[in-house]
């Protein structure tokens, strides 16, 4: 049996518990290279134990709405960024922590432009670009030991919009 959800537009007052959303909303903070490049300054909290940030590319398949969601996972360790290469949206998905499990799971969709940083310990959907070429810049911590825990549900959730 199958339980729905419909994905909402992604903004920072829904995602707020959950993490960063980045864009270019509003004024730029300042201008910078002779007034020709806005700079939208400090749009993500990074946090990362024992380690250090790295920069890695993920080039995921597109995927389809709707969409089967089994599984999401956490990183207890540190924050994670997923930043697209491209002006196209992508679905997210995120879920609160219930005593160690996942909460009933929220999906986004983004609008093209925005990127979103998953905060620690974040119960989150796999990367799941919407369209080709599904490219994304991942900042996330690089470190010793194990970063990531799954939980796979009972019973599937699916969403769609």
Same mark, same amino acid.
């Given at each position: ?17 959950? !993490?960063?959303? /980045?864009?270019?909303? !509003?004024? $730029? ?11 939208? =300054?400090?749009?993500?909290? /990074?946090? %990362? $134990? @024992?380690?250090? $940030? ?10 389809? /709405?709707?969409?089967?969601? @089994?599984?999401?996972?956490? =990183?207890? @360790? ?9 002006? @196209?949206?992508? /679905?997210?998905?995120? $879920? ?22 998953? =905060?620690?310990?974040?119960? =989150? ?17 690089? !470190? ?8 796979? %549900? ?8």
């Amino acid at each position: 049996m199958s339980r729905s959800i419909v994905a909402e537009p992604l903004t920072r007052e829904a995602f707020a518990g959950f !993490g960063d959303v /980045l864009d270019t909303a !509003g004024e $730029a903070d300042k201008l910078i290279n002779q007034g020709l490049c806005g700079r939208y =300054h400090d749009r993500a909290r /990074l946090d %990362f $134990a @024992d380690a250090r $940030a790295g920069v890695s590319l993920f080039k995921a398949e597109p995927r389809s /709405l709707p969409l089967k969601l @089994d599984m999401v996972e956490r =990183h207890p @360790d540190g924050s994670q960024c997923f930043i697209p290469m491209s002006m @196209d949206g992508f /679905l997210v998905v995120v $879920a609160g922590d219930e005593g160690g499990k996942p909460g009933t799971p929220r999906a986004f969709l983004s609008a093209p432009g925005q990127a979103v940083n998953f =905060h620690r310990g974040t119960w =989150h959907g796999v990367l799941t670009p919407l369209v080709a070429p599904g490219l994304f810049a991942v900042v996330d911590r690089i !470190g010793e030991g194990p970063n990531l825990e799954e939980h796979w %549900f009972e019973a599937p959730y699916e969403i769609k919009t």
